[in-house]
């Protein structure tokens, strides 16, 4: 069974600073994806990561992927308010995407 | 374009009621897919689709059923709701599937259902 672990499950910044989300994943996938989450909304797609070494950046917001460990990450550079939301990283095996539990990030003046 | 819709966007029901929950795309998207989402929990994948006329469980499928009639349309439907239902729903489509170039879901707005 795909499992899938983010960390941390909440996270307090400062604008302006630098963070990193991890997620770990059990099993060898085809694909990753990363999503954001505003309260009470729907989930909107940010990356999609096919491969391993990949990298995309959109804004303030990179991720990455190691298929070798099983790791992504998706690092935040100079924070701003309006990137506080819940983060998800979801990975596909199969035919099926297998969720984290989200990363809920809010950024403070 | 209208993207992916589900209606409705509310329901209250009693235990023992059944409803249908309906998700529409118009991106002739060929996989469909149900996810229940819990508070500070990601999405489990209820169903899902991989073209008209198919259907697979997924993760958590117990006390639901789903049917594709017609390839932009996707139901969920619960025919004894319990209070464990309780939960918001999202549907979502995406491209062809794994031998598709990205694969990325597009998700509805979410149902919100509650089971007294």
């Known amino acids: 069974e795909l499992k899938v672990e983010q960390n941390p499950l909440f996270l307090s910044m400062q604008e302006g600073k630098n963070y990193t989300i991890y997620c770990n994943y059990s099993?060898?996938?085809?694909?990753l994806y990363w999503y954001r989450q505003d309260p009470g909304k729907s989930l909107e797609s940010l990356f999609v990561?096919?491969?391993?070494?990949a990298v995309k950046q959109e804004g303030r917001l990179m991720a990455s992927l190691d298929t070798k460990a099983r790791l992504s990450t998706l690092h935040i550079t100079a924070a701003v308010h309006d990137l506080s939301a819940t983060y998800f990283c979801?990975?596909?095996?199969?035919?099926?995407?297998?969720f984290g539990d989200g990363t809920t990030l809010t950024v403070k003046p | 374009n209208a993207g992916v819709t589900q209606t409705p966007k509310f329901r209250v029901l009693k235990t023992g009621q059944s409803m249908t929950l309906l998700c529409a795309q118009d991106?002739?998207?060929?996989?469909m897919y149900w996810y229940r989402q819990d508070p500070g929990m990601g999405l489990r994948l209820i169903h899902y689709?991989?073209?008209?006329?198919?259907?697979a469980k997924g993760e958590v499928p117990d006390g639901y059923n789903v049917s594709r009639l017609k390839k932009q349309n996707f139901l969920l439907g619960l025919e004894s709701a319990a209070p464990s239902q309780t939960s918001v729903y999202f549907c979502?489509?995406?491209?062809?599937?794994?031998?598709?170039?990205?694969?990325?879901?597009?998700f509805g707005p979410g149902t919100r259902l509650t089971v007294l």
């Open positions: 991106m002739n998207h060929e996989y």
């Open positions: 689709s991989v073209g008209e006329g198919t259907t």
């Open positions: 990561l096919l491969s391993n070494g």
């Open positions: 979801a990975v596909l095996n199969a035919g099926k995407s297998t």
């Open positions: 979502a489509s995406s491209y062809s599937g794994p031998s598709g170039v990205y694969n990325e879901q597009f």
């Open positions: 099993t060898t996938s085809d694909r």
